[in-house]
């Protein structure tokens, strides 16, 4: 899929996480729920590192575009060092190494560590950071006829002012682990839900994703789990825009309404 389905994608999943927990009896502070789906808008960008041409490689300039470099070739190095005689033989790294659940986990993981350790400016960098990606897929319009620096702008002042609205109590920094020194810890959620609902929205594609790499699957350690290939698109079909955006659109809205428990 495109940038902004992906990042549509992303915000509902986590809007309908929150409506989730509510029915449980557990609903999330709005702060969380506001936070959460933003993250896990930018997140869902993300895995599109290991590609020059993707949303996230324009999103910081210079830095992004060397970045994306540098993650395409370390796929690229992995693919070829863990391939099978199956698994056919690439010319990059698009569509491997962070297309998979175990990159998903590792990146939330790193950054809900970052997060508890590095104090409030690695939360900062942390939410700028998606909040820019966001601002990228959810608003790619706007986005695409900005000034870069004006969207940088728009991603710090909302990360400041978001941390700000976390840090006071009841406000959800302590939000699903509540031990001393475990503020902000949830905050690899909707990291690892955005890169994980990204693969997914990949594997509807006519290539598939790896999500279960390194497990085997048909002696292929890459393989490219999907439906059938009659249920397959082509990215940025009439499918993907017609059917797909407007029902996250809808799933995302209703979950909101659940997670704020309004319906």
Not at 45 to 71: M, Q, W, Y
Not at 87 to 114: E, F, Q
Request: aromatic share 8%; with cysteine.
């Amino acid at each position: 899929m495109m940038g902004p389905a992906h990042s549509l994608s992303g915000a509902a999943s986590w809007l309908g996480v929150g409506a989730a927990v509510a029915a449980a009896g557990h609903p999330m502070p709005w702060p969380v729920l506001v936070v959460g789906a933003l993250i896990c808008a930018g997140a869902a960008l993300a895995p599109d590192l290991d590609h020059r041409s993707a949303t996230i490689s324009r999103a910081f300039g210079p830095v992004s575009r060397v970045l994306c470099e540098i993650i395409d070739k370390l796929s690229h190095a992995v693919y070829r060092a863990t391939r099978t005689r199956t698994d056919p033989r690439r010319n990059g790294g698009h569509r491997t190494l962070t297309h998979t659940a175990l990159w998903a986990v590792l990146i939330g993981a790193g950054a809900s560590a970052l997060a508890t350790t590095g104090g409030r400016w690695a939360v900062l960098g942390i939410l700028f950071v998606h909040l820019v990606l966001a601002v990228e897929g959810l608003l790619w319009r706007a986005a695409r006829t900005s000034s870069d620096v004006l969207v940088w702008l728009l991603g710090a002042a909302g990360a400041w002012i978001l941390v700000g609205v976390l840090d006071q109590p009841g406000n959800g920094s302590d939000w699903l682990f509540t031990g001393p020194g475990q503020e902000y810890l949830w905050l690899g959620l909707p990291i690892v839900l955005g890169a994980l609902v990204h693969d997914i929205g990949d594997a509807l594609t006519v290539s598939g994703c790896p999500i279960l790499w390194p497990l085997p699957i048909g002696r292929k350690r890459w393989y490219p789990l999907g439906p059938p290939k009659a249920m397959r698109f082509h990215a940025g079909s009439w499918v993907e825009h017609k059917v797909l955006m407007p029902a996250f659109l809808v799933l995302g809205g209703a979950g909101g309404l659940g997670a704020l428990q309004l319906i």
